[in-house]
């Protein structure tokens, strides 16, 4: 019997030593992901997790970023979409064939062309 409440003493201590881990756990449960019971495997899994969503929340940024350029300030005003515009167009000149469609490609998928 002395074992056991041992035994149950050493995994309380090991689980309240590792408060780390338990945040790892919560973390990951918190975007949606189950932890796999190896720490080093749930760390990279959350720190890829984050990553990602930072990612994610760095391309919404850059998509409302270009929203807002599309939108006139003023109606007097060169928006920010016609000098992106403008200085594609110079740039386009001294551009191959390939650079050009690239940069082409590049507008319209920002939406700016």
């Known amino acids: 019997m002395g074992m056991n409440v041992n035994a149950l003493g050493q995994v309380a201590t ?6 780390e881990y338990q945040r790892i756990i919560r973390e990951l449960r918190a ?16 720190e890829a997790a984050k990553a990602e969503k930072s990612s994610q929340k760095n391309c919404e ?10 939108e006139p300030e003023k109606a007097d005003a060169i928006s920010n979409a016609d000098i992106v515009k403008e200085e594609t ?3 386009a000149q001294n551009m191959t ?6 940069q082409l ?4 998928i920002l939406g700016l062309y």
């Open 14 to 19: 090991l689980v309240a030593m590792d408060s």
């Open 89 to 91: 167009a110079a740039a």
């Open 97 to 102: 064939g390939a650079e050009q469609l690239a």
């Open 61 to 70: 940024m850059q998509a409302q970023a270009v929203e807002h350029v599309n």
């Open 31 to 46: 975007l949606g992901l189950e932890p796999t019971g190896d720490k080093a495997t749930d760390k990279a899994r959350l």
């Open 105 to 108: 490609n590049k507008l319209k």
